[in-house]
């Protein structure tokens, strides 16, 4: 069942370099996308130049560079983020409005996997398992830990007027 958009949303899908850089945009979401561009810093400033003043900028990409793994690379990641990487890369002319970690329990998945498996790449079970199972369990975790850790991270920045 696909549910539509309210009639004042208009949903476009591309890349900055697909627009003139004016102010145009309420709002910018990037969903596991800025860890796939090798320039992040440059790409977030095109995006703060799109948009209107009041906007929102929001990105949500995998947390802690020492969790990279051969998996990372092989799908195309350069980087993982800690808070403070997250905040450097966002232009200045944003304020930061929110950050905080998401998915505790797969944090320790990750690591599990990482440190006590050895396994470069998740397995479809593995996969399946942290759908199912880890991800509805950190959501309900995850405000009792004040979302203080996890394995992704969320930002929201406004664009100042």
Avoid at 11 to 16: C, F, P, R, S
Avoid at 59 to 81: C, E, K, M, N, T
């Amino acid at each position: 069942m696909r549910k539509e958009l309210p009639e004042k949303c208009r949903l476009k899908i591309g890349t900055t370099n697909d627009y003139e850089v004016t102010p145009q945009f309420d709002s910018i979401i990037y969903i596991d996308v800025i860890e796939h561009i090798e320039n992040d810093q440059e790409e977030l400033l095109r995006a703060s130049g799109l948009l209107r003043p009041g906007g929102h900028l929001v990105i949500l990409v995998p947390a802690h560079q020492w969790l990279f793994s051969p998996f990372d690379a092989a799908i195309g990641h350069y980087r993982r983020y800690s808070k403070q990487r997250l905040k450097r890369t966002v232009p200045a002319d944003l304020q930061l409005q929110k950050i905080n970690y998401m998915d505790c329990f797969g944090l320790f998945a990750s690591l599990t996997n990482k440190f006590f498996l050895r396994k470069s790449y998740p397995t479809i079970e593995q996969v399946k398992f942290w759908d199912n199972y880890i991800v509805p369990v950190s959501k309900i975790a995850d405000p009792f830990l004040f979302f203080s850790t996890g394995k992704s991270l969320i930002g929201v920045w406004k664009k100042q007027k």
